[in-house]
């Protein structure tokens, strides 16, 4: 199972790999969390991206086809994988055909929700500093206390989700990104998903994809 979640920021991609990596056990590879924790460590990498993510603009594409070539090289993508904010340019996209060869994406699905809801649930989301765990302030409140109650890290609002950094990322992905749709749609790889509806019966509607490209 070699699948790509695309879609603009807070459409889900990131809930549903997740969910989906867990099920299968295979790995969620999000590039955003690589680099969140590459600035995190204070790693050389993390202090490239650090100032490109707050701004909410791309890292190079030479620094993420490198890191995910060597993500790649890891043991547990040999089942499969869920990349889940990879590619975001057609660049990435080319490199990431060249790198697979005989072992091609399977399918790509594409989250479709609407800029005004995007909107509101980016600038309402809220994360565990520690763990990830994502958090709604409208729909899924974080404890009070704001601690995670999965693993009790603090919960906190990503830089790069208040307003401002969110229409540029928003900008920026309309831009680089969604020539991707037109990319994989000739590939005949590309599916639709509404991602407005339900995490429960957005879930349900991935796993319909799969079934039927039976990846
Ligand atoms: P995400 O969590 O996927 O929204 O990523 C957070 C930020 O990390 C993005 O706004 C970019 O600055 C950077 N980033 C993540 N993935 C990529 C990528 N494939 N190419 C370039 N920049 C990326």
Partial sequence: MQLIFLGAPG??????????????????????????????DGTELGKIARSVMESGGLVSDEIIIQLIRERFTQQDCSKGYILDGFPRTIE?????????????????????????????????RRVCAHCGNVYNVMTNPPPADNFCDKCHGPVIQRDDDREVTVKNRLRVYEEKTAPLKRYYEKQGKLFFIDGSQSVDKVRQDIDKVITATSV
């Fill in 11 to 40: 459409t889900g991609k990131g809930t549903q790999a997740s969910n989906l990596a867990e099920r299968h056990g295979i790995p969620q590879i999000s590039t955003g969390d690589i680099l969140r924790k590459a600035v995190q």
């Fill in 92 to 124: 990435q996209a080319e490199s990431l055909d060249g790198m697979l060869g005989s072992r091609p994406v399977s399918a790509v699905i594409y989250f479709d929700v609407p800029e005004k809801v995007i909107v509101e649930r980016l600038t309402s």
